[in-house]
């Protein structure tokens, strides 16, 4: 028997709460420069902050359904931003975090099971999916905004360096995350509005949507445009390109100490 969502089903996990103190930590580190080479600081950050991203991009997706008529998010764990609670905790986070390493790209990972029976109505069904992506825009926009604002102008490079890549990891999995793809919350979207055969036909191809995705950037002409595309919204937000670039090689500590700038 399915109860309704407790008190303890909502109270923030440690685990969580340990990931953002050492965001935070490591992010002051960065600041206040207390290492002759920062990347592994810079590393620490960024993870934790991708980390945290997911999970917030996890639970946003589940207190869209508690709120559409989906009472079992609570006692599954997905209220608590605990990543080990999700479905599948490997595709959920590991993974992710192997693609921000190996491509500095932010793919979305695994999700959190949904009982769709229960929720009522299309649209309800569209905006659960789409809450997981929103959270990557606005997780981005709260890391470009200083930029554009100016507020950052005397912080020094590397943190800059840091905030910039962490934002682009936020874009690139929001736009990647919305693509109409079986497998990923764009497609999700607009599944409620596609009739019952075709959503039967395409059913099968949903596993391999992500691994399809991630072959189509190889692609020289799609990473291309890709890149592009994400190099723009970046200089609309006044955030120079070398910024991002320079976080990734700090991030990459293990290649050695890059020169600034």
């Known amino acids: 028997m399915v109860t309704a969502t407790t008190r303890h089903d909502r109270q923030v996990s440690p685990v969580f709460l340990g990931l953002v103190a050492i965001m935070l930590v490591a992010g002051w580190a ?37 709120h559409g008529g989906d009472i079992t998010v609570g006692a599954k764990g997905y209220l608590t931003l605990n990543p080990l609670r999700y479905t599948h905790a490997a595709l959920s986070i590991v993974l992710p975090v192997i693609f921000v390493i190996l491509g500095g790209i932010g793919l979305p990972g695994g999700a959190v099971f949904i ?15 789409a809450a ?3 959270t990557n825009v606005a997780f981005a926009l ?5 930029f554009t604002l100016g507020g950052l102008n005397w912080a020094p490079t590397p943190f800059l360096a840091a905030l910039a890549f962490l934002a682009m990891l936020q874009l690139t999995a929001a736009i990647l995350n919305f693509l109409p793809v079986p497998g990923l919350d764009g497609y999700g979207v607009i599944e409620p509005w596609l009739s019952y055969r075709v959503r039967r036909q395409i059913e099968p191809y949903a596993p391999f949507g992500l691994i399809a995705v991630f072959g189509c950037l190889w692609i020289p002409e799609i990473n291309t445009v890709f890149w592009t595309v994400i190099d723009a919204i970046m200089r609309a937000f006044h955030i120079p390109d070398v910024y991002s670039a320079y976080g990734y090689r700090l991030f990459q500590f293990w290649k050695g100490s890059p020169a600034t700038g």
Request: net charge positive; with cysteine; charged share 15%.
């Open 142 to 146: 709260a890391l470009m905004l200083p």
């Open 115 to 129: 009982e769709r029976g229960r929720i009522r109505g299309r649209w309800r069904h569209s905006l659960i999916s």
């Open 30 to 66: 960065v600041w206040h420069g207390f290492a002759a080479n920062p990347g592994f600081a810079v590393f620490l950050f960024v993870v934790c902050g991708w980390i945290v991203s997911l999970c917030l991009h996890e639970y946003a997706h589940a207190r869209t359904a508690l």
């Open 132 to 134: 997981g992506p929103l």
